[in-house]
């Protein structure tokens, strides 16, 4: 069964930083990973996907990498905002038609 | 992109009673929906996929008569709460399959429960 872990749990940074947050399968067999963002009291936000031919992904201040060899992928947060914070998610898949497991997410603050 | 809706956002049910959530695709055909669940400060977890035509498959725990799930057309999957309980409250999320884009999957936005 595939197990997910987000590391730090939490994470409170002064604004400006620039911070990583892990993400890591028990199972490296990833065929799609997919990074959210979830406000308190709100929806999932998509952030970034890699698919299966993909190494890394690219929005503004925000890179996902997935290394498949170890099943572990990683948010880079450059220059972190007040309104970065939220908790991240990531969550992944392992096959074609498969469901995402989902990560227990990091729960960021960026203090002004 | 694909647009993945969910209905209602928020609803608030009285103990007892029965509600249902939509999830639609708005521009493509899914075949499989998933559904997901998520407990305060806990992450997502799924509860059962859905697949057009045929009955739900439920994951270990869930109990198939009281979430009862619908995949009646291609772009259409309802998860209705039965006799829903103050412990069902929730958020509930889906999720569409676009097989097309090499089997991206979208979200809806979720619709949060209040069982009071």
């Known amino acids: 069964k595939q197990e997910v872990t987000q590391i730090p749990a939490a994470l409170s940074v002064p604004e400006g930083e620039n911070l990583v947050l892990n993400c890591s399968f028990t199972?490296?067999?990833?065929?799609?990973l997919q990074w959210f963002r979830q406000d308190p009291g709100k929806g999932l936000t998509s952030l970034l996907l890699?698919?299966?031919?993909?190494r890394e992904q690219t929005s503004g201040r925000l890179n996902a990498s997935l290394d498949k060899s170890s099943g572990r992928s990683t948010l880079y947060i450059a220059a972190s905002q007040p309104g970065d914070s939220a908790t991240y998610l990531c969550?992944?898949?392992?096959?074609?038609?498969?469901?995402?497991?989902f990560g227990p997410g990091t729960r960021l603050s960026v203090l002004p | 992109g694909a647009v993945v809706s969910q209905h209602p956002s928020w609803v608030i049910c009285k103990s007892g009673t029965s509600v249902k959530i939509e999830c639609r695709s708005l521009?493509?055909?899914?075949?499989?929906m998933f559904w997901y669940r998520q407990f305060p400060k806990q992450s997502l977890m799924l509860m059962a996929t859905?697949?057009?035509?045929?009955?739900?498959?439920?994951e270990q725990g869930v109990e198939k008569d009281k979430f009862l799930i619908n995949h009646a057309s291609l772009t259409l999957s309802t998860l209705t709460v039965t006799s829903a309980h103050p412990e069902d409250s929730s958020f509930y999320i889906c999720?569409?399959?676009?097989?097309?884009?090499?089997?991206?999957?979208?979200f809806g936005e979720g619709s949060w429960l209040t069982v009071v």
């Open positions: 969550a992944g898949k392992r096959d074609y038609g498969q469901n995402f497991v």
């Open positions: 199972d490296s067999a990833i065929y799609n």
């Open positions: 521009d493509f055909q899914a075949t499989t």
């Open positions: 890699i698919q299966s031919s993909q």
């Open positions: 859905s697949n057009e035509g045929s009955k739900a498959t439920y």
């Open positions: 999720s569409a399959s676009l097989e097309s884009s090499g089997n991206t999957i979208y």
